[in-house]
T-cell receptor, first 113, second 111 residues
Framework: TQLLEQSPQFLSIQEGENLTVYCNSSSVFSSLQWYRQEPGEGPVLLVTVVTGGEVKKLKRLTFQFGDARKDSSLHITAAQPGDTGLYLCAGAIPGGGADGLTFGKGTHLIIQP | ETGVTQSPTHLIKTRGQQVTLRCSSQSGHNTVSWYQQALGQGPQFIFQYYREEENGRGNFPPRFSGLQFPNYSSELNVNALELDDSALYLC??????????FGSGTRLTVV
């Protein structure tokens, strides 16, 4: 059973369009992180959200943590080809600092010029 | 900051062999964890070390073992390699902001 479900699994859109990807779980997380991974590379941290209801913005990217700390979303405005990559959400279980991160399977995003 | 470096970048081993993968943590990070990422999947937590002691482990068998050294560098050892061990192995060090810094990984192929 996948603890973190990401949707959609694949997304291909045109440059300039907006998109939202989702990360859902039945478990509560003490914090949730979003990473972007390119082929042959390790994941690169984009943001960490800690407080339920928190919204963080990183240029054209907006991240939201659900009020119950069970879900999160990533919204990209005016997508660009450079946004292409695998977007992974990862959660830390409360009290489980030594248990590492639980990752979703990721959303494969392709932005076509 | 020097980032997290892993070696080797690619490796081919035969089923039944043993392998050691290496990781140098980002400067100032004393927590290191290892992940296995199969093709098309998200990373799966193997184990974590803090100040040279293993303090967390995922659902991996004992033939996956590790070490962390006083300089916070780390090794992942896998004995009796199986075909399903073929994957990208990622090392990550953690700072104070919850976030992990990942290396580029070692691509292990078991034939």
């Amino acid at each position: 059973t996948q603890l973190l479900e990401q949707s959609p699994q694949f997304l291909s859109i045109q440059e300039g369009e907006n998109l939202t990807v989702y990360c859902n779980s039945s478990s509560v997380f003490s914090s949730l992180q979003w990473y972007r991974q390119e082929p042959g590379e390790g994941p690169v941290l984009l943001v960490t959200v800690v407080t339920g209801g928190e919204v963080k913005k990183l240029k054209r990217l907006t991240f939201q943590f659900g009020d119950a700390r069970k879900d999160s979303s990533l919204h990209i405005t005016a997508a660009q080809p450079g946004d292409t990559g695998l977007y992974l959400c990862a959660g830390a279980i409360p009290g489980g600092g030594a248990d590492g991160l639980t990752f979703g399977k990721g959303t494969h995003l392709i932005i076509q010029p | 900051e020097t980032g997290v470096t892993q070696s080797p970048t690619h490796l081919i081993k035969t089923r039944g062999q043993q392998v050691t993968l290496r990781c140098s943590s980002q400067s100032g990070h004393n927590t290191v964890s290892w992940y296995q990422q199969a093709l098309g999947q998200g990373p799966q937590f193997i184990f974590q070390y803090y100040r040279e002691e293993e303090n967390g482990r995922g659902n991996f068998p004992p033939r996956f073992s590790g070490l962390q050294f006083p300089n916070y560098s780390s090794e992942l050892n896998v004995n009796a390699l199986e075909l399903d061990d073929s994957a990208l192995y990622l090392c990550a060090s953690r700072g104070q902001d919850y976030g992990y810094t990942f290396g580029s990984g070692t691509r292990l192929t078991v034939v």
